[in-house]
Each structure stands twice: as C-alpha cells, then as structure tokens.
Nanobody
Framework: DQLVESGGGLVQSGGSLRLSCTAS????????ISWARQAPGKGLEWVIG???????YYSDSLKGRFTASRDNAKNTAYLQIDSLKPEDTAVYYC???????WGDGWNALDVRGQGTLVTVSS
C-alpha cells in the first residue's frame, strides 16, 4: 500500500499549485483521501478530505483557497491551492484517512506518502 505526493515547490505569494497523490496497492476508488500539512516546528494540520463519491470536507479554518478532486481511473487525488500565502509553507501529505477520523497526528493504520514540500515566498 503506497501513496506518493508530487507537485510541491517554491512559489511566490499569490500564486497557485496543484499537488498530486498517486495510490498503489489498495483500492483507491473505495478510499477517502485526506490532505494534511505540517509547517516547520508545528504539528500536523488536516486541510481537506475527499470521499469516494467526490464530496469534499473542508477544514473550517482553511476554507476558500483549497480544492480537492480525484480521478479514480488514474488512482490519483489532487489538491489545488490558490492565493498562496507564506504561512502555507509546509510539507503536504495525503493519506487514506476519511475526515471523520481526523485527529491529532498519524496512527499506525494510515497509508500516507512521504510528503511534498511547498514553500511560499513573500
């Protein structure tokens, strides 16, 4: 079971990025996928989740600039981030955890990627 994130990089404030999360080894089409981030020196923060039917759950504090989507034919989920701010600088992870199970940190049952670094310059 594996998830691999890609698409991070250095971007100027106000710019946009689309991150990808590609799955292998488990039934992606029947798995909810959530995105989380961890900023330098801070704890894990859940950002957004997308269910198998395409419905999206947003973190209350981060609504508006984050959009999740998925392409089950490609076993890939996407996170679109618009109007990036320096405080969005973080390592972004995807995981096979539904929003109903968001909590503090990771647990042993999570399938998650290695993360992709997003750096936003001011």
């Amino acid at each position: 079971d594996q998830l691999v994130e890609s698409g991070g990089g250095l971007v100027q404030s106000g710019g946009s990025l689309r991150l990808s999360c590609t799955a292998s080894g488990f039934p992606f089409s029947t798995s909810a996928i959530s995105w989380a981030r961890q900023a330098p020196g801070k704890g894990l923060e859940w950002v957004i989740g997308i269910y198998t039917d395409g419905s999206v759950y947003y973190s209350d504090s981060l609504k508006g600039r984050f959009t999740a989507s998925r392409d089950n034919a490609k076993n890939t989920a996407y996170l679109q981030i618009d109007s990036l701010k320096p405080e969005d600088t973080a390592v972004y992870y995807c995981a096979n955890r539904p929003p109903t199970l968001w909590g503090d940190g990771w647990n042993a049952l999570d399938v998650r990627g290695q993360g992709t670094l997003v750096t936003v310059s001011s």
